[in-house]
Nanobody, 113 residues
Framework: QVQLVESGGGLVQPGGSLRLSCAAS????????MGWYRQAPGKQRELVAEITRGGNTNYADSVKGRFTISRDNAKKTAYLQMDSLKPEDTAVYYC???????WGQGAQVTVSS
């Protein structure tokens, strides 16, 4: 069993930065692919970025060059560094492990002036 807890969301102005963290507890963190998804009001949940246990990454086209996913297996934590934020990045961001087998509770990110 894996428990995931996100932190680091909040309100930021356009062009600003935020870093989300996803702390895992329970089973062996290092073997799982970790991912960040987001869901805006009235829209489906979508993949933002994912990172395999070997460190390979994959990003949605809309965030390439602005967001960076990383992981620290010793700390059992995954991160999403979000730079050059835009209003359209506003959503609830969810951390997941093992490609959807486990989910966090979500963190609100609001980009607004």
């Amino acid at each position: 069993q894996v428990q995931l807890v996100e932190s680091g969301g909040g309100l930021v102005q356009p062009g600003g930065s935020l870093r989300l963290s996803c702390a895992a507890s329970g089973s062996i963190f290092s073997i799982y692919t970790m991912g960040w998804y987001r869901q805006a009001p009235g829209k489906q949940r979508e993949l933002v970025a994912e990172i395999t246990r070997g460190g390979n990454t994959n990003y949605a086209d809309s965030v390439k060059g602005r967001f960076t996913i990383s992981r620290d297996n010793a700390k059992k934590t995954a991160y999403l560094q979000m730079d050059s934020l835009k209003p359209e990045d506003t959503a609830v961001y969810y951390c997941c492990a093992a490609r959807g087998a486990y989910w966090g509770q979500g963190a609100q990110v609001t980009v607004s002036s």
